[in-house]
């Protein structure tokens, strides 16, 4: 692919793309707010660690006042920043883009509409991310979830597969395993699925997440089956016909309304949740355990992306008349936990039992 590729947001997902990119020879521009960050990458270039591998890539590193000076527009961009600074983010880069460009909106949560309102839906291509990563100090991504995991779903908001699409899917291939869709939107959906179940919980858990006892990783993973059965639910409502949530049906959390058919979801997420998760061997080598973004946010002090996940699937079960009280429970906590009146610990487990039986 000789294309001018532009990465806006060099976080665990824009890193991770941006150094595999680089290191087969694509022609990358790597963006960020984050000061420290790209003066690491220009002085000592963009470092990765993965469970197998470590290297580092030179990279063109650009400063967001950087990018005013720039005179090629880019072919391609992967928009990777959170959620909340989609907006502004696209407007920025938007003149930056060729006529026949597209941008590929490589986040969590559903942005790609807001994207294609201001580029055009021609310019817009969905990208769902499903690799697991991590950035604790500048210019060091480290990939945290096995290289065998699916990494990335990509298709046309249209639902036709494209050769640029299929372009996108080739060169991603390098990271994992990557394939192309007609049903962008269920892939999206699905995601955020996953996403609802798994981030925003852990960050009100905190850091011991990962020394949970028996009896709390049960009641977690009976409140991750509920949760996702409520924004499986309100997908249905919008008539959106959801992709498997790994591997299991969609419809399965959405028809788990009974005490029986929440048990049974139960076990088949427990065995898929231990699938995303390191060795200790693994573990040991990339550094740093594994965790949802959120609760990397969470222990920076960040803002989250609550609003645009289990608050976003509040918003349209409200809209739609689709009860979520799982999820209310869950954002009304995360909002206590970012004002500094509450802080993440296990017995935020005890606070959303309640909602097991409503």
């Given amino acids: 692919m000789n294309k001018r590729i532009g990465i806006l947001g060099i976080g665990a997902i824009g890193g991770t793309i ?4 680089l290191r087969a020879g694509h022609d990358i521009t790597l963006m960020d707010q984050w000061a420290a960050h790209i003066e690491k990458i220009r002085s000592d270039g963009l470092k990765l660690t993965d469970p197998e591998n470590e290297f580092t890539v030179p990279a063109k590193a650009l400063h967001l006042s950087d990018v005013s000076g720039l005179r090629e527009q880019f072919d391609i961009v ?3 920043v959170k959620s909340y600074d989609t907006r502004w983010s696209t407007y920025f880069i938007e003149p930056y883009l060729k006529p026949t460009g597209f941008i590929l909106p490589a986040q969590n949560s559903l942005n790609d509409e807001l994207v294609a ?6 310019r817009t291509v969905g990208c769902v991310p499903s690799i697991g990563g991590a950035i604790y100090e500048p210019g060091h991504i480290v990939r945290t979830y096995p290289m065998t995991i699916h990494c990335f779903t990509v298709g046309e908001l249209s639902g036709v597969i494209t050769p640029r699409v299929t372009e996108i899917v080739d060169s991603l291939k390098i990271i994992g395993p990557s394939e192309a869709t007609n049903n962008i939107w269920g892939a999206r959906w699905s995601k955020m699925i996953i996403n609802c179940m798994m981030n925003t919980i852990a960050g009100l858990i905190g850091p011991s997440i990962s020394s949970l006892n028996d009896e709390q990783r049960n009641t977690l993973n009976l409140i991750r089956v ?24 969609a ?12 048990s049974k979801l139960k076990d088949k997420v427990e065995v898929a949740v231990q699938k995303l998760y390191l060795t200790p061997e693994q573990t040991k080598r990339v550094g740093v355990p594994g965790r949802p973004s959120l609760l990397q946010d969470v222990i920076k002090g960040r803002r989250t992306e609550v609003d645009f996940l289990n608050g976003y699937a509040v918003k349209r079960g409200e809209e739609l008349g689709v009860a979520t009280p799982m999820n209310k429970a869950i954002v009304d906590l995360m909002k206590k936990v970012e004002k500094g009146e509450v802080h993440p610990a296990p017995s935020m487990l005890e606070q959303l039992k309640a909602y097991l039986s409503t």
């Fill in 18 to 21: 941006g150094a595999y990119l």
């Fill in 78 to 80: 992967y928009l990777s």
């Fill in 117 to 122: 309102s201001i580029v055009g839906f021609n």
């Fill in 226 to 249: 509920v949760s996702g059965g409520e924004v499986s639910r309100v997908a249905h409502a919008l008539g959106v016909d959801v992709e498997p949530i790994w591997d299991i049906p």
């Fill in 251 to 262: 419809r399965e959390f959405a028809e788990a309304t009974s005490a029986n058919a929440i």
